[in-house]
């Protein structure tokens, strides 16, 4: 059976990039997959400067990921910190990858100069290589996400590709998969940038929790361009594309279908509004149900965690077998 492993960092929100580029794919693959979804806090440390906010977005984040749609029965649900196997497997592969490749990161270098003048974290600039480590301890064939992310896979098979030669044969390959429509959705107010919690207004970013009232406002102020025919073709209208797609991604209908029916924008930006709004309807509702009751959402995560750490440890086994460690006695 394919196995697959993604992970998100619990901020206790998660916009419709996250949903369309990675959740709703989670969801389809825990039928016909082996499929490993991680919290992953501690990358969630890169850039963390608060305390004592962690673990309430993790718990927030967990009920999101059960009332998209994951079931703990078919899927491995569990927080990246509660295996102490990812931070080891991680200096792995931290020592695996060069200075060079992880500096031609595209994330870094956005990041790092979103934060210019601030502290900049040396887990900001390695932290590909603990994400490397988060994907190869589960031997995942596939590794479902946005399209932001196919540089991270694509290091994370480089860096295998490297140990197994430099140690023996020791880690799956695995490939990035990308939903059909989705993959890459742009913020509303500037649709040239993809939709991210970390921009600095949030008028062009729709949270699925976000209030039905706040998601239409959001979708008539989208910034479209001075034309009035609608046409999709991202080059040259990144914005009314971008909405063409969401509604593609809400209705299962070609962004080049669904352009042949509109005449004008108005209506495009209020019907992709009320689909949007009609999919997070039943999330928010399952959502507020699964926080009425933490102590579930905790048995949930250890079951996750229990389940996980018995294919962790066995990996991080035989990498440092591989690599000829002395053992423990
Ligand atoms: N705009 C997007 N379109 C499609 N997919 C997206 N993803 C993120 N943004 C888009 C996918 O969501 C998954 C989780 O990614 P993450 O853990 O990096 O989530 P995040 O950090 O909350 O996402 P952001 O908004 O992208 O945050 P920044 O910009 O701060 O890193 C991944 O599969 C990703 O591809």
């Given at each position: ?20 580029g990675a959740l709703r794919n989670w969801v389809t693959l825990q039928d016909r997959a082996d499929a490993f979804y991680c919290l992953v806090d501690l990358?969630a440390l890169t850039i963390l400067d608060e305390p004592g906010v962690l673990a309430e977005r993790t718990l927030r984040q967990a009920a999101i990921l ?54 900049i974290s040396a887990g900001l600039f390695t932290y590909p290589a603990l994400q490397a480590a988060d994907i190869l301890m589960y031997d995942a064939d ?188």
């Amino acid at each position: 059976m394919t196995r697959v492993l993604s992970g998100i960092q619990p901020t206790g929100e998660i916009h419709l990039g996250n949903y369309f580029g990675a959740l709703r794919n989670w969801v389809t693959l825990q039928d016909r997959a082996d499929a490993f979804y991680c919290l992953v806090d501690l990358h969630a440390l890169t850039i963390l400067d608060e305390p004592g906010v962690l673990a309430e977005r993790t718990l927030r984040q967990a009920a999101i990921l059960f009332a998209v749609g994951l079931d703990p029965l078919r899927s491995t649900v569990f927080v990246q910190s509660h295996l102490p196997e990812h931070n080891q497997l991680g200096w792995v592969m931290e020592c695996q990858a060069s200075v060079g490749e992880l500096s031609r990161m595209t994330q870094f270098k956005d990041k790092s100069a979103r934060r210019s003048g601030e502290h900049i974290s040396a887990g900001l600039f390695t932290y590909p290589a603990l994400q490397a480590a988060d994907i190869l301890m589960y031997d995942a064939d596939e590794v479902p996400v946005g399209e932001d992310q196919r540089q991270h896979i694509e290091i994370t098979r480089d860096l295998a590709i490297r140990f197994n030669s430099r140690f023996g044969e020791t880690f799956v390959l695995p490939t990035a998969v990308h939903p059909a429509a989705g993959a890459r959705v742009m913020d509303l107010q500037d649709p040239t940038s993809k939709m991210s919690k970390s921009t600095d207004s949030d008028a062009g970013l729709v949270n699925v929790l976000d209030d039905p009232a706040v998601i239409l406002r959001k979708f008539k102020r989208a910034v479209t361009d001075s034309e009035t025919e609608v046409r999709f073709d991202r080059a040259t209208k990144p914005g009314v594309s971008n909405l063409l797609e969401i509604l593609s991604a809400c209705t299962g209908v070609s962004p080049a279908e669904l352009a042949g029916r509109y005449h004008q924008y108005g209506p495009l930006k209020s019907d992709t509004g009320e689909a949007v709004v009609e999919l997070v309807r039943p999330v928010q509702q399952r959502y507020h149900d699964l926080l009425a009751d933490r102590a579930e959402l905790t048995r949930m995560l250890r079951v996750g965690a229990d389940r996980a750490q018995a294919v962790a440890s066995a990996t991080l086994a035989r990498a440092y077998a591989a690599i000829g460690m002395l053992p423990r006695n």
